[in-house]
């Protein structure tokens, strides 16, 4: 009877974003970084012994470079432990466009340590994740969490805001890609050579404090207008990069972007937000999540959309 361990990890969206690192090699981003667990979309990772590292997503063999290099790390960082199968599911109810390297750098870091017995607080396998993917930090809490930029190694991690009933909704809506995409890391790195990026780590420290006090009071208006603030100065970063500059927008990313602003002119709460891709979740209100669904379903052709609600930290998923 195989050892296997399995951990399940939810996607987190950041509503203020990390986007640049002041040390590449410990993986130390040069803001905190604050985000929204979501219920809808996660991974589970199981690992067992195999005769190398190797990775399947979705029952697909991929490369293992990346996965290798981090489980290196781990056996370097907590005791050598024998080569692993990685087998991966992404759960998201459309295609794989919201698949991401949070949820799966997360379970990946639980399943390791669990299948090794490592006894590690969730504070600990948020530090490790880390070195495997940024966004991983905030992926192990439910709700709100926040990535502490942190100075070394050891303060920068994620922990959970305290718990929040606001009744917040992403109404994430997955553009079909055309451009090639750009890697967050090699995306990062060239909008820090903007001369406008010194003044947005500035300006999200600010917008930092602003952010944690309308959480604190239900203010979902302001948690939306600081997100979307916060997203699309980060996406200026990359038009105004000295090296390389480019864009995540397709035209469809611009048109959605305008139609948010129709629906706050039509009295909607909607703001929002991009990651390193053409998608837009439209951040708005449970109760009005539906109907900004299909308006935005009638206004584009072939746009998929999909409600995302605040979703649970790591869990573990026992064998039978
Ligand atoms: C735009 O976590 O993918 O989603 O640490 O290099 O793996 P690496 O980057 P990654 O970057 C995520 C960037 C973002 C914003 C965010 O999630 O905070």
């Known amino acids: 009877n195989e050892k296997t361990s399995t951990a399940r990890a939810h996607t987190n969206i950041a509503l203020m974003k990390y986007w640049g690192k002041k040390d590449a090699a410990l993986n130390l981003p040069t803001t905190s970084s604050l985000s929204l667990t979501l219920k809808e979309f996660y991974t589970d990772t199981m690992v067992t012994e195999g005769r190398e590292d190797t990775l399947l997503i979705n029952n697909l063999m991929q490369d293992p470079t990346r996965v290798h290099k981090f489980l290196d790390f781990l056996r370097a960082e907590k005791g050598d432990f024998p080569p692993l199968t990685v087998v991966s599911k992404n759960v998201v109810p459309t295609s794989a466009g919201l698949a991401s390297s949070a949820s799966s750098f997360a379970a990946l870091t639980a399943a390791v340590a669990h299948y090794n017995d490592w006894d590690l607080s969730l504070e600990e396998l948020s530090r490790l994740a880390r070195r495997g993917s940024g966004s991983a930090t ?19 991690f994620a922990e959970s805001l305290p718990e929040s009933t606001m009744p917040i909704a992403l109404v994430v809506c997955e553009v079909a890609k055309t451009t090639k995409k750009v890697s967050s890391s090699d995306g990062m ?16 420290h600010e917008q930092f404090d602003v952010m944690q006090a309308a ?3 239900n ?7 600081i ?13 105004s990069a000295t090296d390389r500059r480019f864009t995540y927008f397709s035209q469809m990313t611009i048109d959605i972007i305008a139609f948010v602003k129709e629906l706050r002119k039509q009295g909607f709460l909607a703001y929002a937000t991009i990651d390193a891709g053409p998608n837009v979740k439209i951040i708005t209100r449970q109760d009005q999540a539906e109907e900004i669904k299909e308006k935005a379903l009638a206004s584009f052709r072939k746009l998929k959309v999909e409600i995302a ?9 026992e064998e039978n």
Do not use: C
């Open 138 to 156: 905030r992926s192990f809490f439910p709700g709100f969490a926040v990535w502490h930029e942190g100075h070394d190694d050891q303060s920068s």
């Open 189 to 204: 790195q060239r909008a820090m050579t903007s001369p406008d990026y010194e003044a947005w780590v500035a300006k999200s």
């Open 215 to 217: 959480l604190a009071a």
């Open 309 to 317: 609600t605040p979703g649970p930290g790591l869990s573990y998923i």
């Open 227 to 239: 997100a979307e603030e916060n997203a699309l100065a980060m996406h200026a970063l990359n038009m």
């Open 219 to 225: 203010d979902l208006e302001t948690v939306g207008a």
